[in-house]
């Protein structure tokens, strides 16, 4: 049902772009439920769920890379909240996406000239900025408001 959720917020997503360009605000959702839900979960519905918006985006070349970033999105979340804080893992967790400026420049783009190159990579770190800092945005909120209503008390006994 999460991972249904999560694609559902993704597809919603690309429905507001600009020049290609869609910000994610589920990788905050996930997180917030990585922390949230008890067990290994969301590391199964986070492998699914980034298998499926890469290749609803004809992304295949980039699915293997999305399911490692969810992975360790997950461990992060579930054992190096208990190492530093929710807050600090969190920051850490998001700060994965940026993973995939070399990947895309050294592996997507290789066949473009140098200067086109560039120029993609420094508009992904703009768009990959932003990802970041909405990512860490939803999850204090969602964590928020899941802990003042108690739900988030329900949803670790899921």
């Known amino acids: 049902m999460l991972t249904a959720l999560l694609v559902t917020l993704s597809l919603v997503t690309m429905l507001f772009t600009a020049d290609g360009v869609a910000i994610q605000f589920t990788t905050g959702v996930y997180l ?13 519905s986070g492998i699914v769920y980034g298998a499926i918006m890469d290749l609803a985006l004809n992304s295949v070349i980039t699915m293997g890379i999305t399911i490692a970033i969810n992975i360790l999105m997950f461990l992060i979340m579930k054992f190096g909240s208990k190492i530093f804080t929710k807050h600090i893992a969190v920051i850490l967790a998001a700060s994965l996406v940026f993973l995939y400026i070399p990947f895309l420049y050294y592996v997507v783009w290789n066949t473009l000239q140098i200067s086109t190159r560039n120029g993609l990579a420094v508009k992904e770190a703009i768009v ?3 990802q970041w800092i909405i990512s860490i945005i939803v999850f204090e909120v969602m964590f928020l408001a899941l802990s003042k209503t108690k739900l988030n008390e329900k949803l670790s006994n899921f």
Request: hydrophobic share 45%; charged share 5%; with cysteine.
């Open 128 to 130: 990959d900025s932003i």
């Open 32 to 44: 917030t439920f990585c922390y949230l839900v008890p067990g290994y979960g969301m590391l199964v």
